[in-house]
């Protein structure tokens, strides 16, 4: 029996669009599948409905399919401070929610090896990547971002004592996983400027950094160090965020500033370059960040304020960083 080719394209049409193109030799079908953009679940769900729809043809006796894919051009955005305790991590976690909810296919990778945090910030501690021929698989989040972390990897309280090149190869692993249609990985450094931001500049080359530091002078010490690191290896500064600027009490309403105010944007100024904006000290952060519960999803001042800061970055991007 011959095979009607016609109909074996609009078999092929009906289930892949115009994701599929066929060859038919002696009733043997070989179908090539463009499957660029697709994450692993849809990319096998999509093979066996185009291996079902080719079977249905009259003729065919065998299919034979083949994945092909165009490398997705993918921009890292690193989360970066000269010191820790500024509020980095909840800054990345919602960065990266609120570029998402602005229609960026967005991947978080939580690269502070020794500090990880993500899980808990995202809701999903306790939930273990996968691998699919070695290649670790992000695990999914309630809030369409898609996250790894050595917080997945690793027993919650367990250290993890590692020397350099033993950090920078876990980063290999975290930031080379199959993102799937991610265009954009925010990655959640660990403070400071040693060898995993080194690995990170060398071999995987952000298209730019967010720095971020409190508004007191000791941290802005530390926050022009790490803005010298990256002005040297050639990595654009995003801008400089000042977290924890202004406190609100929630019984008298007075404003206070325990941690002074407008320090980063001095320096920002001082420096040239772009000052993102400023988080408030607020309680809502710390209750919505500890409940896995990302409170740039809130309505208050500091969703306000979060959201804003990923604008900028956002139009950073879209002005192909400038």
Not at 70 to 92: E, N, Y
């Amino acid at each position: 029996m011959t095979t009607d080719t016609a109909s074996l394209d609009a078999a092929l049409a009906a289930v892949a669009g115009s994701r599929a193109t066929a060859r038919v030799e002696g009733g043997r079908a070989s179908i090539i599948l463009d499957v660029t953009g697709l994450d692993p679940a849809a990319r096998d769900a999509l093979e066996a409905d185009v291996t079902k729809a080719a079977r249905g043809v009259a003729g065919i006796a065998e299919v034979r399919v083949a994945q092909t894919s165009q490398r997705t051009v993918r921009r890292l955005i690193a989360v970066a401070s000269g010191k820790g305790g500024v509020g980095k991590s909840t800054v990345a976690a919602n960065l990266a929610i609120a570029l998402a909810e602005g229609g960026r296919r967005v991947g978080l990778v939580d690269a502070d090896i020794y500090g990880p945090s993500q899980p808990k910030l995202l809701g999903v501690e306790g939930t273990r990547p996968q691998a699919r021929d070695k290649v670790l698989l992000p695990v999914p989040t309630p809030f369409g971002v898609p996250l790894l972390s050595m917080g997945q990897l690793v027993a919650p309280d367990q250290a993890i004592a590692w020397r350099g090149p033993m950090a920078s190869g876990a980063l290999g692993q975290l930031v080379e996983a199959d993102w799937g249609t991610a265009d954009t990985l925010v990655l959640d450094l660990p403070p400071g400027t040693g060898d995993v931001q080194l690995t990170m500049i060398q071999k995987h080359r952000p298209a730019g950094a967010v720095i971020v530091s409190t508004p007191q002078d000791l941290a802005l010490i530390d926050a022009r160090r790490a803005i010298d690191l990256f002005a040297k290896a050639g990595i654009p500064v995003i801008g400089l965020v000042e977290n924890m600027a202004g406190y609100l009490c929630p019984h008298c309403g007075q404003l206070s500033d325990p941690f002074g105010l407008g320090g980063a944007e001095a320096a920002a100024h001082d420096l040239d370059v772009p000052f993102l904006g400023r988080i408030p000290l607020d309680l809502a952060i710390r209750a919505g960040s500890d409940a896995g519960a990302p409170p740039v999803l809130g309505n208050g001042p500091e969703a306000a304020a979060f959201t804003a800061i990923a604008e900028r970055v956002a139009l950073w991007l879209d002005q192909g960083g400038r």
